[in-house]
């Protein structure tokens, strides 16, 4: 059974950078499609970005594209979250999940770490 455990969370100013990384034990990792998902106090568990199994193809949320990249190293059984030109309303817990099946939907991925803070003072 895959786990998962994200990091590189903390505070950062608007216009800032922070890069999430998302580690995952088991040697199934590469069959996996991973995605990221942010919820901030208040509000619903939202969508930010997926990677399929080879890394090749990318999918974003409208409200990251163009700022953050989602990339995955097979080899170190890792994904990463690069967030750039951050934003106070970025501010929330990201997850990273695993799923066999692709999609945006958080009910396409059974396997969720525990997340990680990421702040964005204005």
């Known amino acids: 059974q895959v786990q998962l455990v994200e990091s590189g969370g903390g505070l950062v100013q608007a216009g800032g950078s922070l890069r999430l990384s998302c580690a995952a034990s088991?040697?199934?990792?590469?069959?996996?499609?991973v995605g990221w998902f942010r919820q901030a106090p208040g509000k619903e568990r939202e969508f930010v970005a997926a990677?399929?199994?080879?890394?090749?193809?990318?999918n974003y949320a409208d409200s990251v594209k163009g700022r953050f990249t989602i990339s995955r190293d097979n080899a170190k059984n890792t994904v990463y979250l690069q967030m750039n030109s951050l934003k106070p309303e970025d501010t929330a817990v990201y997850y990273c999940?695993?799923?066999?099946?692709?999609?945006?939907?958080?009910?396409?991925?059974?396997?969720w770490g525990q997340g990680t803070q990421a702040t964005v003072s204005s």
């Open positions: 088991g040697r199934t990792f590469r069959s996996y499609q």
């Open positions: 990677v399929s199994r080879n890394g090749a193809t990318t």
């Open positions: 999940a695993a799923g066999l099946v692709a999609g945006i939907e958080a009910a396409f991925y059974d396997i």
